[in-house]
């Protein structure tokens, strides 16, 4: 089955500067890769998600890339502010939306101001 | 999105109990799903609630100890049967259809003592 590796696994980075969470997978299948921000007490959001027949999305100052040779994947926030210190997860799916997730470790993010 | 409640909230139990945990959507949606969440650690399936029919569960997660109903397209049950400290985690429902991605309640954070 799928397997997804995530780093790092704790990221402190200075207000304004960038941060970058990797991750790779292991099936060949997969074709969808959702990120989601969990903040303390809450659930999972989903804040940008890529499939695999595209190779980078944007959103504001959230960007993911693709790269399906490798079976890599990340995502990159620019201009990052206080309120994105939170836990980062990443995911895999060889179907879309209707299927079961595999998720990495997490990614604990604190941006200090 | 589609607003996802989860009940309860939180809760603290003793060993050897069981604990129903509701998930109610405000629409219909194709796909339930139910998610543990160990103390600092991500997210792993525990099983698709199917609509009128047995659910699907993951390795690991047996019906005995995860008992899941799904009575209709807006409602589903997890029961965790028979609790121990191990049993101390977050559960997380999430939904899927009509070509949304999952999407996340604010989880059930249960304690066992």
């Known amino acids: 089955g799928e397997n997804v590796e995530q780093h790092p696994s704790t990221l402190s980075v200075q207000e304004g500067d960038s941060a970058v969470i990797k991750c790779t997978y292991s099936?060949?299948?997969?074709?969808?890769f959702p990120w989601y921000k969990q903040e303390l007490g809450k659930g999972p959001q989903l804040i940008i998600d890529?499939?695999?027949?595209?190779g980078e999305k944007k959103d504001q100052r959230i960007a993911v890339t693709l790269n399906k040779t490798a079976k890599h994947f990340s995502l990159h926030i620019t201009e990052t502010q206080p309120e994105d210190s939170a836990v980062y997860f990443c995911?895999?799916?060889?179907?879309?939306?209707?299927?079961?997730?595999?998720f990495g470790a997490g990614t604990i993010l604190r941006v200090k101001s | 999105s589609a607003v996802i409640s989860q009940k309860p909230s939180r809760d603290i139990c003793q060993r050897g109990t069981s604990l129903t945990i509701q998930c109610q959507v405000d629409?219909?949606?194709?796909?339930m799903f139910w998610y543990r969440q160990q103390p600092g650690q991500s997210l792993t399936l525990i099983a698709t609630?199917?609509?009128?029919?047995?659910?699907?569960?993951e390795s690991g997660f047996v019906i005995d100890k995860f008992p899941i109903s799904r009575p209709n397209l807006t409602f589903s049950t997890l029961t965790v049967s028979n609790m121990s400290p191990e049993d101390s985690s977050i559960y997380l429902c999430?939904?899927?259809?009509?070509?949304?991605?999952?999407?996340f309640g604010d989880g059930t954070r249960l304690s066992i003592l």
């Open positions: 099936d060949s299948a997969s074709n969808y």
């Open positions: 609630a199917n609509q009128g029919s047995e659910a699907t569960y």
């Open positions: 890529i499939r695999s027949n595209v």
């Open positions: 995911a895999a799916t060889p179907m879309e939306y209707g299927n079961k997730l595999v």
């Open positions: 629409s219909q949606v194709t796909m």
């Open positions: 999430s939904v899927s259809g009509g070509g949304q991605p999952q999407h």
